[in-house]
């Protein structure tokens, strides 16, 4: 996806696309889709850090892993992208990865605290 304002030097993660009408259908299947050593699915995880949508439908994720370790660290980013791809509108989807910043603990939502006991 060819992105302008994604140019050498502008922040890679940013806020997401919230006003778009595609944004609540692309983090709703992005909660589709699970850490398989972790029950909680990967948004309420804290793990997707933008989705943004361009005019023309085209989706990028930002997403990161909860350790650079994670055994499914090359699957996850296409699991997103199969779970994305099929809505309906959508154009294309790319999921970029990255460690900066390291995701944490505080990332998650209630759902995802209350679910694993931190509540």
């Not at 892993?65 to 791809?85: F, H, I, S």
């Not at 989807?93 to 759902?111: A, H, I, R, T």
């Amino acid at each position: 996806m060819t992105d302008d304002s994604l140019m050498e030097g502008a922040p890679l993660i940013r806020p997401s696309s919230t006003d778009h009408p595609l944004h609540e259908n692309v983090v709703e299947a992005c909660r589709t889709v699970f850490d398989p050593e972790i029950p909680v699915n990967i948004y309420d995880l804290g793990l997707i850090y933008t989705i943004d949508i361009s005019q023309e439908n085209d989706v990028r994720v930002i997403m990161t892993l909860t350790a650079p370790g994670c055994p499914v660290a090359g699957e996850m980013p296409g699991w997103v992208a199969d779970a994305v791809e099929p809505l309906p509108g959508v154009k294309s989807v790319d999921v970029d990865l990255v460690w900066e910043p390291p995701w944490g603990m505080e990332m998650m939502s209630d759902e995802a605290r209350l679910e694993l006991g931190f509540m």
